[in-house]
């Protein structure tokens, strides 16, 4: 019985160990499982949040195009439009639609929205992380004409039809048959004729697109107004051009380096614009802005209320970010000097040297025709200084003879420096206060008042 109890007790023993070291290292095995699924849990959101955000830099809003030279038929500007976004759709983008971009631009009462301000206002409302905007030149008319239908059969061969089938009495089955597939038949075949011509009238296009990164708020240098040709083509040619150039767009953003901007103002809360465009958010209190653009040169413009700070060039890096440390002055910012457009009237010099030389010589003829008339009718003086009343100075006509073209002379000048010579417009700053100034004389300007008010 001694050995068996004994036994028994160390079996037990060893069960008790066994199930404490399984208690034991279950756990640390619980806290792990917990661990790899709270982990699990927490990248599902993560992914759930990030794939939104991602779809939406992903979209694409595209405008109407603007159109210069010549008139692009609805036909092929619908055929420019499926060509860009099939473009758009293989380079892993997704482009909004034009009605959910009609809707928009119909609800914020845009209009035809060509200024880049109103695009990117909308694309933000799209929740689009791009704006392509392009305009092409046409040389040539390139509206495609449809086909008119097939004619309807004429009334005649109706009737005669008719009277066929009254003299054969009941029509076979095959007939009725026959008779309820024609209209159809010429259905299909009006429709075929009414479909435009693929290839349509050639012309020579000329593009010019630009894709603005609405997320970056600024366009690569290498996305920016680039140009592409395609002469003497049909639509669908130039449907495929501008498609390849919607591509190299889309390459050119993502390959174009890309930069940090650090920007801290004192007071916070300013608004920051990149290159005219207004970012979402406002620099903090106490901490930077960052703002993500493409490297290269940019104009930084800060607004907030009751402060101003002039514009600030920034060369932005892809090493590493640009840090600005910004203090803002009170008040308001002085106004801008106003650019006022003058005309001068320049009249040439030798207009000028014949109209003073003829004004002088018109009124030197007319003083001694002056002379001599006051001294018409009075008694003739002797050689002795005596007046001989029985003879009379006859100076009338000597008179009318010099004062005529003297008052000719007179006013031949005067028209010669009063006709307007050729006008040049000059233009410079000047302040708001108010300025008088005499012109000098010949240079055709007179009494001149200008200021602001």
């Not at 109407?64 to 293989?90: C, M, R, S, T, W």
């Not at 050689?383 to 003297?406: C, D, M, Q, S």
């Not at 000098?440 to 300007?445: D, K, L, M, W, Y």
Request: proline share 6%; aromatic share 4%.
């Amino acid at each position: 019985m001694q050995p068996l109890f004994s036994g028994q007790i160390s079996v037990a023993k060893d069960a008790m160990q066994t199930f404490r070291g399984s208690s034991l290292h279950a756990a640390p095995r619980r806290r792990r499982s917990l661990g790899l699924a709270l982990s699990a849990f927490t990248t599902v959101l993560a992914l759930g949040s990030a794939a939104p955000a991602l779809a939406a830099e992903k979209q694409v809003a595209i405008f109407e195009p603007k159109v210069e030279g010549a008139v692009l038929g609805e036909l092929e500007k619908q055929a420019l439009d499926k060509a860009i976004a099939e473009a758009i759709k293989e380079m892993g983008y997704s482009p909004i639609s034009k009605r959910d971009l009609d809707d928009v631009l119909q609800g914020e009462k845009a209009g035809k929205c060509e200024s880049a301000e109103c695009q990117v206002r909308i694309a933000r409302l799209l929740d689009a992380g791009y704006v392509l905007r392009y305009k092409l030149m046409l040389s040539a008319d390139v509206a495609e004409q449809a086909a008119k239908p097939a004619p309807p059969p004429a009334k005649k061969e109706k009737e005669k039809e008719k009277e066929k089938g009254k003299g054969k009495g009941k029509e076979p089955k095959e007939a009725k048959e026959a008779g309820k597939e024609a209209p159809k038949e010429a259905e299909a075949q009006a429709q075929v004729q009414a479909m435009p011509v693929p290839a349509g009238p050639t012309a020579n296009w000329k593009f010019q697109a630009s894709l603005f990164n609405v997320t970056l708020a600024a366009t690569a240098e290498s996305a920016q107004n680039q140009p592409s040709e395609c002469p003497q083509c049909n639509s669908t040619q130039a449907a495929q051009n501008i498609a390849e150039l919607a591509k190299k767009l889309l390459i050119a953003d993502k390959s174009h380096p890309r930069g940090t901007i650090e920007v801290s103002t004192t007071p916070g809360e300013a608004t920051v614009f990149v290159d005219n465009v207004e970012l979402q958010g406002r620099t903090p209190e106490g901490k930077p802005l960052s703002v993500k653009t493409f490297a290269g040169k940019h104009t930084l413009r800060i607004k907030k209320t009751d402060y101003w700070l002039e514009d600030q060039k920034v060369t932005v890096s892809d090493s590493g970010p640009t840090v600005l440390n910004l203090q803002l002055k009170p008040g308001e910012a002085p106004k801008e000097v106003v650019y006022v457009p003058t005309e001068v009237v320049q009249r040439p010099k030798w207009r000028i040297a014949l109209g003073i030389a003829g004004i002088a010589a018109g009124a030197a003829l007319v003083g001694f025709g002056g002379l001599f008339a006051s001294v018409n009718g009075q008694p003739v003086i002797d050689a002795n200084g005596k007046e001989v009343f029985t003879r009379v100075y006859n100076t009338k006509a000597l008179a009318g003879g010099l004062i005529g073209p003297g008052a000719l002379l007179i006013v031949g000048g005067v028209v010669l420096l009063a006709l307007p010579g050729e006008k040049t417009t000059t233009g410079g700053k000047v302040s708001p206060s108010q300025t008088l100034s005499l012109g000098a004389v010949g240079s055709g300007t007179g009494l001149t008042f200008q200021g602001g008010f």
